[in-house]
């Protein structure tokens, strides 16, 4: 079932190709940062998604289609930090692998509080896609083609506008809820929190997997009580026991929403951000 429902998805982004050959392409782990190529790039190019729609990219394990996939990349964007790692069991098995770009290496993360490391979802602050992931991506796709250079800077240029209306417009519509605060299987959504006046009151997966202890259970559920949490959300393909029993003694509601998106590339981004704040408006209010 897995291999069929990956074969369909790779037919939805592999394109038809120019009369004159193969058209060149540029790769992205996730849907969020081939988004942003799409916004960069010109309509020659064709974009692929790595890691398909709706799988953990937490615990991804690459199939031979992924294989397949990047040996067709002259380009692929990963977001690094740990997120995607799994990306270079790929890289270096083709005979002429695509050039790398990490935005991790680029763009100011947050410090991980559970475990060390720094948090990788940076990708829900459109302001640090702005100003810091859109510059480092339009440096790598000039080094891949510097006769293009000039369209790639325009095009971006016009992006990181509209991504400046966007944040204006996610502000205005989480005015309501700002300083409300929501509980958390783990920390996925501090950037767009801390973007937007939202609360992380706790977090459920301090350490993803590992099961709470009968007196942490009653320490959590405490302060959840005391920051008057108004929702517990989960991310569409994790599967908490543990959220489900927290929303249950707490009395507030489970809400799922999805950080990762996927559908048509062009004008993606936008809209995932944009029900990603319709979703924690509605379990807010």
């Keep these: 079932m897995r291999c069929g429902w990956?074969?369909?998805?790779?037919?939805?982004?592999?394109?038809?190709?120019?009369?004159?050959?193969?058209r060149q392409v540029f790769a992205a782990t996730l849907y969020p940062l081939a988004a942003w190529l799409a916004q960069v790039v010109d309509d020659d190019v064709e974009v692929v998604v790595v890691l398909p729609a709706g799988a953990n990219p937490h615990t991804f394990e690459p199939l031979p289609a992924q294989v397949r996939l990047?040996?067709?990349?002259?380009?692929?964007?990963?977001?690094?930090?740990?997120?995607?790692?799994?990306?270079?069991?790929?890289?270096?098995?083709?005979?002429?692998?695509?050039?790398?770009?990490?935005?991790?290496?680029?763009?100011?993360?947050?410090?991980?509080?559970?475990?060390?490391?720094?948090?990788?979802?940076?990708?829900?602050?459109?302001?640090?896609?702005?100003?810091?992931?859109?510059?480092a991506l339009v440096g790598a796709l000039e080094r891949i083609a510097p006769v293009?250079?000039?369209?790639?800077?325009?095009?971006?240029?016009?992006?990181?506008?509209?991504?400046?209306?966007?944040?204006?417009?996610?502000?205005?519509?989480?005015?309501?809820v700002q300083g409300r605060a929501y509980v958390a299987v783990h920390s996925a959504w501090r950037y767009f929190a801390n973007r937007y006046g939202l609360v992380e009151a706790a977090t459920i997966e301090p350490v993803p997997g590992r099961e709470l202890s009968a007196k942490e259970m009653t320490k959590l559920v405490r302060e959840i009580r005391r920051s008057q949490a108004r929702a517990?959300?989960?991310?569409?393909?994790?599967?908490?026991?543990?959220?489900?029993?927290?929303?249950?003694?707490?009395g507030i509601p489970l809400v799922t929403i999805d950080p990762?998106?996927?559908?048509?590339?062009?004008?993606?981004?936008?809209?995932?951000?944009?029900?990603?704040?319709?979703?924690?408006?509605e379990a807010l209010r």
């Design 232 to 250: 517990v959300v989960v991310e569409p393909y994790v599967f908490s026991k543990t959220a489900r029993q927290i929303a249950h003694e707490t």
């Design 70 to 135: 990047l040996q067709r990349a002259s380009l692929l964007v990963r977001v690094g930090s740990g997120l995607d790692d799994w990306v270079e069991k790929l890289t270096g098995l083709g005979p002429t692998p695509p050039a790398l770009m990490t935005f991790s290496d680029h763009v100011p993360l947050l410090p991980l509080r559970e475990k060390g490391g720094r948090d990788p979802h940076f990708w829900l602050d459109p302001l640090l896609v702005r100003d810091h992931a859109v510059p």
């Design 260 to 281: 990762f998106g996927s559908g048509e590339l062009r004008g993606g981004y936008v809209r995932l951000l944009e029900e990603i704040a319709r979703a924690f408006l």
């Design 6 to 22: 990956l074969l369909c998805f790779l037919l939805l982004v592999v394109r038809p190709v120019h009369a004159g050959g193969e």
């Design 148 to 176: 293009d250079a000039a369209s790639y800077r325009l095009r971006a240029e016009r992006w990181r506008e509209e991504l400046s209306h966007l944040d204006a417009r996610l502000r205005t519509k989480l005015a309501p």
